[in-house]
């Protein structure tokens, strides 16, 4: 087990390496100059421009930069963003837990939801209710989610008044323990169901088509002769079997949401990597942009992982192939 | 927020987003004034919404945007400032004079000014900002190589000798262009990445408390600020908001106190101001904000000026106005932007000049050898930020060159992207972009002009370098004051006439600030500086 482990993080090295020279090279292909960003739309003194780009090294040549870099990353340091004046860790460390909240929480409602409605759907003898729940699903997964944000801003945050429009808690506060805990949680509500309906529709589609693969299957057929009850089939033999492909899809989907939700973040100034991200590529703060792209890398891969693991603990077949 | 209000804000979020698109009505301003109903008490609150959540920089020595120019209003201040009307008012220099050679300038500091952290203000702090932060400041590349020398022959005095007058540095003194540092934090130390440039010490209203990244900074009182018992509220809370419309679902839901709407979601804002609990509030005098055309003249058609002047006469302006900025601006007159009363020459008006012409136009480009030939007369690449109100004027203008024959390709870019495109390749025909002119032309008008020849990217990019424009310009700006006009006059002559750059429309500028705080009117009274320092509103008690 533990080497298996050991062997993934292993493999994760030279993905890492491509990534980082990769994202070198795409950042040194755009055109776009940091300290123009520093500056805003007025001319740059040459004097301000020397001494921003000798601190920095902005103008090394793009191999040693790149040398550099993978030394420095070798021994933790991940750079200075020149844009937020800080340690490039010490950002991601400071905006990775908002985004892990967000899509924690997200994919805690989305599991159950995708879960109930895939199963609501695949495993009805009635053709209406299963036509409804594929159409509600495919409908609700092709609203992009920065789209379905508006919309719940505009009915729940502006007409009804029962959430706020942005941000990720009050900017004062006079709360403490459970009240505190109520007044964050109502930030959360919106982009958490946004982003919760998106991804629950992804897996109710999933788990549809393998609950309907599981139920044509050999042993539920066994199961059904020896007279078992239907809600004994699906809890037994149908949820167990039906859930590896799921495992599969919502784990790579929570990773990737792991690097940031970049269009929900931005439709609900959620300042979380997907932000850090976005505002980074918008001021050339190429060493963030980097470092957000390799915690996002590192983020599918553990989540890959994860995955693996979990299979295993779910099939015993696969466990016995290693 | 009752139920009504809230529908209407959901329908006003509407039709703000419909107006945004599709370009609604002008509505009537909702006024400004409000009686101050009382004796200022302190404490309360601000939370003032700021356009970005990434800002690299506070100290507004070493940058221009408009987020740090916000936030250094609250915790920075300077010699002087300007009142509604674009007076000169005295702010750390008690008084001021000039010598008739127009050389030395004297300025009489306040006395007992202490900075937030304390420490005591003097002359000193002034000899070492302009020494140590003037090579860094955008707005003084004009006055730094005419210093003579900086000097504080006491503690309250400020002693400035160039070698060769300059009319406009007073106005380099102001308070945005120049606001002070201070020598004991910085003394010694890497400025340009300085701490404190991030953890500033000043001697606003307000002094820096903390920063929570891409979500907020905090200022509290400044218990040692010099017009004490100002400030009177306790905080002034900016909130990172990048989108502008959420910044109006802020405002409207209560979120936030105040934010300065885009030009163009102004009506929406006014809409939802309507019966909402806040108010838009138009700025008396604000910077020009002028919409320009940019002409490469190293390429083939641009180069001639006939060509230029037939593009000038093929634009309705009007309609920019109407239809872009709903009415919130007006056509530009000539390149001295109408705001520089004392500078701007009447005499010279496109309006009349370049009036909307296609007949015109045409019989221009006629001339200039470029008849229609299958419908078509020649191609160019109008290239633009994505971003408004850039790309709906770029519309505008693609529609009525597209009608004169002209095969109109728009670039639509990232900013980063246009500016390497426009200022470093020079890879474009024309270019459209909107620029601020602060207090003075040497700030922010001159840079569209005069010879450019390193191509510094937000100055001239054009390639027009005319030795007698620069002569005007440079004698312009050292001119006594009574005679400045008749140069500017010459200097914006010569632009007519020879139109590197078309001047579309000069915009207004709003604010939207909830009603419960008082006295607010006063803070509008910066003129070029529109944003307030919060110095002197206040909150009744039942309010905070």
Not at chain 1, 119 to 144: C, E, H, M, Q, S
Not at chain 2, 216 to 224: G, K, Q
Not at chain 2, 239 to 250: D, E, F, S, V
Request: with cysteine; glycine share 6%; hydrophobic share 45%.
């Amino acid at each position: 087990m533990l080497r298996f482990v050991g062997r993934r993080a292993l493999y994760a090295i030279p993905l890492l390496l491509a990534i980082i020279i990769l994202m070198f090279s795409m950042l040194h292909m755009i055109p776009g100059d940091p300290v123009q960003a520093l500056v805003g739309d007025y001319p740059v003194p040459p004097a301000y421009r020397q001494v921003i780009e000798e601190k920095y090294r902005l103008n090394d040549p793009f191999l040693v930069q790149v040398g550099n870099y993978l030394l420095n990353v070798a021994q933790g340091d991940f750079g200075f963003s020149y844009q937020n004046q800080r340690g490039v860790l010490d950002l991601i460390l400071e905006r990775a837990p908002r985004t892990i909240l967000l899509a924690s929480v997200s994919f805690a409602l989305a599991i159950p939801l995708g879960m109930a409605i895939g199963i609501a759907a695949g495993t009805t003898r009635r053709p209406g209710v299963d036509k409804f729940w594929t159409t509600t699903a495919l409908i609700a997964y092709a609203i992009p989610t920065f789209w379905l944000g508006q919309l719940l801003v505009m009915l729940f945050a502006l007409r009804l008044g029962w959430f706020p429009t942005q941000g990720i808690g009050p900017l004062i506060s006079r709360t403490h323990g459970i009240a505190w805990l109520f007044e964050k949680l109502r930030y959360l509500a919106l982009p958490v169901l946004a982003f919760g309906i998106h991804e629950g529709m992804r897996i109710a589609r999933i788990m549809r088509a393998s609950v309907i693969d599981t139920l044509s299957q050999g042993y539920i057929i066994t199961a059904r002769s020896k007279g078992l009850s239907r809600g004994q089939i699906i809890r037994s033999h149908v949820l167990r079997n039906s859930s590896l492909p799921l495992v599969t899809i919502a784990g790579y989907a929570f990773g990737s949401a792991l690097g940031g939700a970049v269009l929900l973040e931005t439709v609900f100034t959620w300042p979380g990597l997907g932000l850090l991200l976005v505002d980074s590529i918008r001021l050339r703060d190429n060493m963030t942009v980097v470092g957000v792209v390799i915690f996002s890398a590192v983020a599918v891969v553990a989540m890959n992982l994860i995955v693996d693991l979990l299979y295993a603990a779910l099939d015993p077949r696969i466990r016995t192939m290693r | 927020m009752d139920t009504a209000k809230r529908n209407d804000a959901w329908t006003m979020h509407r039709l703000g987003v419909i107006s945004l698109f599709a370009g609604a009505s002008s509505l009537l301003l909702s006024a400004g004034a409000q009686a101050d109903d009382g004796k200022p008490v302190p404490g309360g609150t601000v939370i003032a919404a700021l356009n970005s959540t990434t800002i690299p920089n506070l100290n507004t020595q070493m940058t221009s945007s408009v987020p740090a120019l916000f936030a250094a209003d609250v915790w920075a201040d300077g010699l002087m400032t300007y009142d509604r009307e674009a007076n000169r008012v005295p702010r750390l220099a008690k008084s001021w004079t000039i010598s008739e050679d127009g050389k030395t300038y004297t300025f009489n500091l306040r006395e007992g000014v202490k900075w937030s952290d304390g420490k005591p203000f003097s002359a000193a702090d002034v000899v070492f900002t302009l020494e140590n932060f003037g090579k860094f400041n955008t707005y003084l590349t004009k006055l730094m190589p005419l210093v003579e020398k900086a000097s504080a022959p006491d503690d309250k005095t400020f002693l400035l000798t160039l070698k060769q007058p300059l009319t406009a540095t007073l106005d380099l003194f102001d308070k945005e262009v120049f606001p002070l540092m201070p020598k004991h934090i910085y003394e010694g130390k890497d400025i340009a990445t300085h701490p404190a440039n991030i953890a500033p010490v000043g001697l606003g209203p307000f002094k820096f408390d903390k920063w929570v990244s891409g979500q907020s900074i905090t200022f509290v009182r400044n218990p040692h600020y010099w017009e004490a018992p100002k400030p009177y509220l306790d905080s002034v809370i900016f909130a990172l908001i990048p989108n502008p419309q959420q910044r109006l679902n802020a405002i409207v839901n209560g979120e936030v106190n105040w934010f300065r709407p885009e030009v163009v979601q102004v009506p929406a804002t006014q809409q939802a101001a309507k019966r909402g609990s806040f108010r838009v509030v138009p700025i008396v005098t604000n910077a020009p904000e002028t919409a320009v055309i940019d002409f490469n003249l190293r390429r083939s058609p641009m180069n001639n000026v006939k060509v230029r002047q037939a593009l000038f006469h093929a634009i309705d302006r009007q309609r920019i106005v109407r239809d872009v900025y709903q009415g919130l601006a007006e056509t530009a007159k000539n390149a001295i932007p109408t705001q520089f009363k004392n500078l701007h020459d009447t005499s010279v008006n496109y309006d009349t000049m370049y009036a909307y012409d296609p007949k015109r136009a045409a019989q221009l480009l006629d001339e200039a050898g470029f008849p229609l030939k299958d419908g078509k007369r020649f191609a160019l690449e109008l290239a633009v930020i994505s971003a408004a109100p850039y790309d709906a004027v770029a519309q505008v203008v693609q529609a009525q060159w597209t009608a004169l024959g002209i095969d109109v390709k728009l670039s639509a870019l990232d900013q980063q992207i246009w500016t390497n495109k426009v200022y470093t390749q020079h890879d474009f025909d024309a270019s459209i972009i909107s620029l601020t002119g602060r207090s003075n032309p040497v700030l922010g008008v001159d840079r569209s002009f005069v010879c450019n020849e390193t191509s510094v990217p937000y100055a001239n990019p054009t390639s027009y370098c005319n030795p007698e424009f620069d002569k005007v310009a440079a004698n312009a700006a050292s001119a006594p004051a009574d005679q400045q006009k008749a140069h500017y006059k010459t200097y914006a002559e010569i632009i007519a006439r020879d139109l590197n750059q078309l001047a579309l429309t000069n915009s207004r500028v709003f604010e939207a600030v909830t009603n419960n705080f008082k006295n607010l009117d006063a803070q509008f009274n910066f003129s070029f500086n529109t944003h307030p320092n919060w110095a002197e509103a206040w909150l009744p008690k039942d309010k905070q």
